[in-house]
Nanobody, 125 residues
Framework: QVQLVESGGGLVQAGGSLRLSCAASGRTSSSYVVGWFRQAPGKEREFVGAISWSDGTTYGTDSVKGRFTISRDNAKNTVYLQMNSLKPEDTAIYYC??????????????????WGQGTQVTVSS
């Protein structure tokens, strides 16, 4: 079992920044992927990006390219989502998730085995 705890969400004005954290604990394979998703009210869960824990390769999407960055801290078993130049349309609940035993990420929520509880990000205009 893998436990994931997100933190760092909050209310920020458009143009501002937030850094989300995803702390992982429990048993994992030596290779796994940590992904970030978001879900706005009335919308489907959307892939934001991911990082391969084994080699640190990151993956993103066009909607956040150049604004969001994913990184990891091996010693803390934590993955970060740095969000800059936030827009009102970034408002959503943000989730981190894990595909255990994977090297490359999936972009569909059903490919992920474990999920955190989510953290709310609200961007005001």
């Amino acid at each position: 079992q893998v436990q994931l705890v997100e933190s760092g969400g909050g209310l920020v004005q458009a143009g501002g920044s937030l850094r989300l954290s995803c702390a992982a604990s429990g048993r994992t394979s030596s290779s796994y992927v940590v992904g970030w998703f978001r879900q706005a009210p009335g919308k489907e869960r959307e892939f934001v990006g991911a990082i391969s824990w084994s080699d640190g390769t990151t993956y993103g999407t066009d909607s956040v390219k150049g604004r969001f960055t994913i990184s990891r801290d091996n010693a803390k078993n934590t993955v970060y989502l740095q969000m800059n130049s936030l827009k009102p349309e970034d408002t959503a609940i943000y989730y981190c998730a894990v595909i255990d035993g994977a090297i490359r990420p999936g972009k569909e929520w059903y490919e992920y085995n474990y999920w955190g509880q989510g953290t709310q990000v609200t961007v005001s205009s």
